[in-house]
């Protein structure tokens, strides 16, 4: 069984930094990854994601960086330059197989997810 989980989120200041990592074990193959995020009372949003190519939603490109080591089924997102309206639970997903322009935002394309860890920005 697959199982992500993510670490690294924490309460920072707007304009700080900070580093989310998700590692998962159990998985063999060609995979994707990507982070959504979830905020009180809103839906699940996608943030960005790592196959082939990269990919980031218009709110946080320019300031998140997201990358993999392979070696050790991880994923990074480095968010820098955040702002309070980043404030939410960040979410590691897994899909197996290829992600492409047209699938990398969807949720339902993913076939595993982490827990989820908190991000805090105040202002």
């Known amino acids: 069984q697959v199982q992500p989980v993510e670490s690294g989120g924490g309460l920072v200041q707007a304009g700080g930094s900070l580093r989310l990592s998700c590692m998962f074990s159990?998985?063999?193959?060609?995979?994707?990854m990507g982070w959504f995020r979830q905020a009180p009372g809103k839906e699940r949003e996608f943030v960005a994601a790592?196959?082939?190519?990269?990919f980031y939603s218009d709110a946080v490109n320019g300031r998140f960086t997201i990358s993999r080591d392979t070696a050790k089924n991880t994923v990074y997102l480095q968010m820098n330059t955040l702002k309070p309206e980043d404030t939410a639970v960040y979410y590691c997903?897994?899909?197996?197989?290829?992600?492409?322009?047209?699938?990398?935002?969807?949720?339902?394309?993913?076939?595993?997810w982490g827990q989820g860890t908190q991000v805090t920005v105040s202002s």
């Open positions: 997903a897994v899909k197996v197989g290829l992600i492409t322009t047209t699938t990398a935002r969807l949720p339902r394309v993913y076939d595993y």
């Open positions: 790592i196959s082939r190519s990269t």
């Open positions: 159990g998985r063999t193959g060609y995979y994707g």
